[in-house]
């Protein structure tokens, strides 16, 4: 199965404090369902 | 309002991705004073996280048409008609508009047990193929 590459899960969002993680993090402790917002409106 | 649509028709499912072990996601590109404005607005239940960099989206393939593209798409005209009588308005836009988005479904491996990557403003995928795709994500 695909796997999405190292590079792409190295890379950084913000929670809504601010605070960054890795993009990676938002998979590491179960798996996850990523909506990709156009934008919030 | 198509960000809108797809992510209060995701939001609903919320329940049934968690029974599969997952959990539903949501990032956006917009600031953080957005962001909370949306999980306000909309009371998310679900972590929300921003890439004000949109890089995130460009690595993983989501496209940013031109303005003209952008509105010429006949899919996107009907999926107008299909909003609306969904009742989802357009409100304040706030991140780049122009920017689509897309949904993966990811195993704690970073496998990818589905991906969907929009080709216009209106394209959705079909919720219920997310929540089997959920399933299916490895969570060992």
Redesign the interface.
Known sequence: MERIRDDVAALTVLDLDGAAHPFASLWAERPAVIVFLRHFG | M???E??VQ?HREREA?RA???????????N?A??????EDYAIDA??????SR???Q??G?RRPGVLAFFLSPRLLAAVARALRGGFM????????L???????????????F?HV?ED?GDHPDVGE?VR??GR???A
């Open positions: 198509f960000c809108r797809l992510a995701v991705i599969t072990g997952a959990e539903l996601v949501f990032v956006g590109n917009g953080t957005f962001a909370r404005a949306f999980v972590p929300l996280y921003v890439d004000p890089r995130t989206y690595a993983l989501m357009q409100g304040p836009i706030r991140g780049d508009a920017q689509l988005g897309g949904v993966l479904v990811v195993g704690r491996g970073g496998e990818l047990a991906r929009a403003a997310l795709a959920a994500a490895r969570a």
